[in-house]
T-cell receptor
Framework: QQQVKQSPQSLIVQKGGISIINCAYE??????FPWYQQFPGKGPALLIA?????SEKKEGRFTISFNKSAKQFSLHIMDSQPGDSATYFC?????????????FGEGTQLTVNP | GAGVSQSPSNKVTEKGKDVELRCDPI?????LYWYRQSLGQGLEFLIY????????KSGLPSDRFSAERTGGSVSTLTIQRTQQEDSAVYLC???????????????????FGAGSRLTVL
């Protein structure tokens, strides 16, 4: 019930291409879905987030698509750049429990080749 | 401070020893979290502190793990009688968040430290 499943585990994209990372969840009480980006040796940092009453949110080259009925959400990185190479984590939380405690996916290691 | 500070950044210890990991959250942040990141794995929730409320300890993997938060600020994660499977990066995060605040407000944004890498030989 508390798990968030993320795929793929790793992804290699050419510069300028589109990177797509998918996540699925079971707990219908989740009401906050952020994506975090982590560079080697650093802690994860918030990239973009969405709430379940919105189907899409775009910030620059990053877009979250959300499908409430399928309990799935995805991150799209348009015009991927070598500087986007990092590990990406999807997450979810339920404000009804433990504040903003996040349940994270397993992570996707993205490599963007120049 | 400007960010979440964790120390030590690296710790190598022998099996059976106790270790303490420290976290200095962002000033004014009422919520503090500990997560564990094993090699190639996601982030595993350990414990959550919110103000003066009783901590949510539901993620602690065994009674060898404990954490405290003194004065609503600095937190220490203690691992007793360390085992090799405890080797991981321990991440601390803080947020301004409180239950019920707007979900896309900054209150729900977790700011992570760089982590403490623990290696148990």
């Amino acid at each position: 019930q508390q798990q968030v499943k993320q795929s793929p585990q790793s992804l290699i994209v050419q510069k300028g291409g589109i990177s797509i990372i998918n996540c699925a969840y079971e707990n219908t009480a989740f009401d906050y879905f952020p994506w975090y980006q982590q560079f080697p040796g650093k802690g994860p940092a918030l990239l973009i987030a969405i709430r379940p009453d919105v189907s899409e949110k775009k910030e620059g080259r990053f877009t979250i698509s959300f499908n409430k009925s399928a309990k799935q959400f995805s991150l799209h990185i348009m015009d991927s750049q070598p500087g986007d190479s990092a590990t990406y984590f999807c997450a979810a939380s339920n404000r009804g429990t433990s504040g903003s405690r996040l349940t994270f996916g397993e992570g996707t290691q993205l490599t963007v080749n120049p | 401070g400007a960010g979440v500070s964790q120390s030590p950044s690296n710790k190598v210890t022998e099996k059976g020893k106790d270790v303490e990991l420290r976290c200095d959250p962002i000033s004014g942040h009422t919520a503090l979290y500990w997560y564990r990141q094993s090699l190639g794995q996601g982030l595993e929730f350990l414990i959550y502190f919110q103000g003066n409320s009783a901590p949510d300890k539901s993620g602690l993997p065994s009674d060898r793990f404990s954490a405290e938060r003194t004065g609503g600020s600095v937190s220490t994660l203690t691992i007793q009688r360390t085992q090799q499977e405890d080797s991981a990066v321990y991440l601390c995060a803080s947020s301004r968040g409180r239950l019920g605040q707007g979900i896309l407000s900054g209150a729900n944004v977790l700011t992570f430290g760089a982590g403490s890498r623990l290696t148990v030989l």
